[in-house]
């Protein structure tokens, strides 16, 4: 008995679980009803969506997901991106495709649910050059630990710092006669490698400080203490429009900059900050916290005096977690008003 062909003419909402290869659709009509639940192919997806008619597109934020939003967008599509944290309340005891699908589904319809916007080739490319960026600083501060730890095996040691641990690589690349040769011949592509990475990461700098410098938004970004061309390009690409954020506490709290709650019955309980959200841009913004702390004898400005009267209490490094939210903030008011942090009176 041959099955009835499905009606896709009344689908006026579809969950979309993305993969390498096989993915899982949940379709539904006006009403909440199922329509569709089946697997589709890598290579017949698109076809798929051009015979559906123009309907919302829910999918988890991933890697790959931008991609596909924009091949569907192009097809008519309302596509929004959710955060896979989310999604999860609404998976339905075990966790499959099939489930998965139909959680997107069920939650991309709710009105309070927060959306990812879709991002441009442009975009991902500038972000491209921070993760590679990322990524090479992670491979040269390995070879240093590695060459830290050989040249202990043999009793040569140096004081915790990257500056001290460069002074063991110039040992190994100048041959000095402490260093036996042998061990000197065996560590000498980690040192010929380390100024490679060195090379590498000075050129992605330098990409980097041309994207914020012909980004007007990056440029008045800039003129905030602690915040430079790498921050700032960080910011840009990663967030675009602000508007998206009710306020600069939510954009702080996006950032993971917030205390944590464990709050009932009216008592208010706060905790470490909660270090939700983009893990890449609270590093950044902590990093300058540092600076600003590191140089605040040597300016007289608000924040920097705000600062110096937290010092007197608090550790170093907590005030510089406070920093890094006082700076969230007025990043968003930066981002939003369109004026630098000198222009305006924060």
């Known amino acids: 008995m041959s099955k009835l062909p499905i009606d896709l003419s009344s689908v006026t909402t579809v969950g979309l679980d993305l993969a390498k290869h096989v993915f899982f ?17 890598r290579r017949d997806l698109l076809s798929f969506f051009t015979s559906l008619p123009a309907c919302l597109v829910g999918v ?59 991002r441009s080739i442009d975009n991902q490319a500038v972000l491209m050059h921070h993760k590679v960026r990322e990524m090479l600083v992670r491979q040269r501060t390995q070879i240093l630990n590695g060459l830290r730890g050989h040249l202990a095996e043999i009793g040569i ?31 000498l592509p980690l040192v010929t490698q380390l100024e ?6 000075k050129e992605a700098d330098a990409a980097i400080a041309r994207l914020a410098k012909n ?15 790498v921050t700032a390009s960080a910011l840009v690409a990663s967030v675009g429009d602000p508007s998206g954020f009710a306020g600069p506490r939510q954009f702080a709290a996006f950032l993971g900059l917030v205390p944590r709650q464990n709050s009932s019955g009216g008592k208010p309980r706060l905790g470490r900050i909660s270090k939700m959200g983009n893990a890449y841009l609270r590093k950044l913004l902590v990093v300058g916290a540092h600076a600003v702390l590191y140089h605040r004898a040597r300016h007289a400005d608000p924040l920097r005096r705000w600062a110096q009267k937290l010092m007197e209490t608090k550790p170093f490094k907590l005030v510089a977690v406070a920093i890094a939210n006082k700076l969230a903030r007025i990043v968003y008011a930066v981002m939003t008003t369109g004026t630098s942090y000198r222009a305006a009176n924060f």
């Open 60 to 118: 988890e934020a991933c890697s790959s997901a931008h991609h596909w939003g924009r091949e569907l967008t192009a097809l008519g599509h309302n596509v929004r991106l959710m955060p896979p944290a989310y999604v999860k309340p609404y998976v339905k005891r075990q966790k499959n495709d099939a489930a998965d699908a139909a959680a997107i589904c069920e939650a991309v319809t709710r009105p309070s649910m927060r959306f990812v916007k879709v």
């Open 196 to 201: 490679h990475l060195d090379a590498e990461i």
């Open 25 to 41: 659709i949940h379709a539904v009509d006006v009403q909440g009803r199922v329509i569709l639940a089946k697997e589709v192919r």
């Open 157 to 187: 040691i140096a004081a915790q710092s990257p500056v001290h641990a460069r002074a063991l690589a110039d040992l190994v690349g100048n041959g000095d006669v402490s260093i036996p040769q042998v061990v000197t011949r065996a560590l």
């Open 215 to 229: 980004d007007p938004v990056a440029t008045a970004l800039m003129s905030i203490p602690g915040i430079g061309p």
